[in-house]
């Protein structure tokens, strides 16, 4: 009988920390990091215990980071705890990087909060069609009717039809890729109208091509709806109640400075403020209480969607909902950018992890405007990485070495 009471207890206690353990972690946010930053946890049986988390597997997705990229790091945030976080080159908790087109994340949720906040201005919401002298007066006249059919669900997913960047574009119809003649795209010296007037390669809703104009058109119509710059909203609705500290647009390029940020990218936070984000996301869009993200856009984010049958990419984040990555949750969200960058967002496992990559050139404090901090690893000086050949110990590079991180720390969860 004492052995039952003795195992009943046992049971209840565990019951009542578990439940203690998930309160506190559904409950804590972070302060800024001048005012004591994450909590953190140290040690591989803290972490497993406090974390649930393999500190091995943790350091063998670190080592996937490292042969990837000349510079970066790997943050990992579990329950609230700040568990990992080991940076390469340049790279470091307080540099401002050129986080490039990861910047995508946050254009489509400053979109998703000004949806809510103005939803008497655009009550079709992602429904409506965006290009109309009062939501986009920059686009007229129009040089192509069909521009007048986009959604601003179809801008956010990259269905619109604008045609893709790079030298070999690739357009996709329900999944099957066929290669794209390269376009014109943006030009930093006139981003509006040449966002603007890149052509459609395919009627609105018809396919899909990764093309930074649409987001950035996007960020006009919030600037035009708002009446403010895309990085002030972010600052005011955002990076403010989450306590970022000293971040910005790269708005400095050579001798010109550009008058509105990019919002197809190239925003510079913080690592830890970068968690700041992602873990918001993981929370719902609350933090302290506040709803600052609209819960249901963030669910759209994660899921398929009419306004990309094409591909599993929606509002800017590559999704999971088919199971593409094997190891990873169905629910696991994320966006990436050149260089190497990309943040994950697996709410389902109270996740956030955030990579950092980047060339030298992605680290200019000139970009900015912002003081980088000095780094002492000077091993990364003209480092390339080695190329994969079958399975050798090669850099897995671009999105597939993201891919693979987000699944390695994804394994690495362990309850």
């Not at 986080?99 to 992602?126: N, Q, W």
Request: hydrophobic share 35%.
């Amino acid at each position: 009988m004492s052995s039952k009471r003795d195992s009943l207890r046992s049971l209840l206690q565990a019951g009542l920390l578990f439940a203690s353990a998930t309160l506190q972690a559904a409950d804590y946010y972070p302060p800024s990091d001048s005012k004591g930053g994450w909590r953190t946890l140290s040690g591989a049986k803290e972490i497993r215990e406090k974390a649930g988390l393999d500190l091995a597997r943790l350091e063998t997705a670190y080592q996937v980071c490292e042969r990837a990229t000349p510079n970066g790091g790997l943050l990992v945030v579990r329950h609230g705890y700040l568990v990992f976080e080991k940076y390469f080159g340049r790279a470091s908790r307080n540099a401002n990087p050129d986080m490039a087109s990861t910047g995508k994340a946050y254009t489509s949720i400053a979109c998703g909060v000004m949806l809510h906040e103005f939803r008497d201005k655009i009550p079709a919401g992602l429904e409506t069609k965006v290009f109309t002298e009062k939501l986009l007066p920059q686009a007229f006249p129009l040089n192509d009717p069909r521009k007048a059919d986009i959604k601003l669900g179809q801008l956010l997913s990259m269905t619109a039809g604008y045609w893709g960047e790079g030298q070999s574009p690739s357009g996709y119809v329900q999944g099957k890729s066929q290669p794209l003649k390269p376009v014109p795209g943006q030009n930093i010296r006139d981003l509006d109208k040449s966002s603007l007037d890149v052509p459609l390669w395919c009627s609105p809703g018809e396919g899909y091509s990764y093309s930074s104009p649409a987001p950035h058109i996007a960020s006009i119509v919030l600037r035009n709806l708002t009446g403010m710059e895309l990085q002030d909203y972010i600052r005011t609705r955002l990076a403010d109640p989450m306590g970022w500290e000293s971040w910005g647009y790269c708005l400095h390029r050579g001798d010109y400075d550009m008058p509105h940020a990019n919002g197809a990218g190239s925003i510079a936070v913080h690592a830890t403020d970068a968690l700041r984000f992602g873990y918001c996301l993981a929370k719902g869009g609350k933090w302290e209480g506040k709803q600052l993200v609209p819960a249901d856009y963030i669910r759209l984010c994660q899921q398929a969607s009419p306004y990309n049958p094409h591909t599993p990419f929606v509002l800017q984040f590559e999704n999971n909902a088919d199971g593409h990555l094997l190891a990873a949750p169905r629910d696991a969200f994320f966006k990436s950018g050149a260089g190497g960058f990309g943040i994950f967002i697996v709410p389902s496992l109270d996740l956030v992890i955030y990579k950092l990559g980047g060339k030298d050139g992605q680290y200019d404090p000139a970009l900015t405007g912002l003081p980088q901090p000095p780094f002492k690893d000077n091993s990364r000086e003209n480092w390339q990485p080695i190329p994969r050949t079958g399975f050798n110990e090669g850099s897995f590079s671009g999105d597939d070495g993201l891919r693979r991180v987000l699944e390695l720390v994804s394994l690495a969860v362990m309850d």
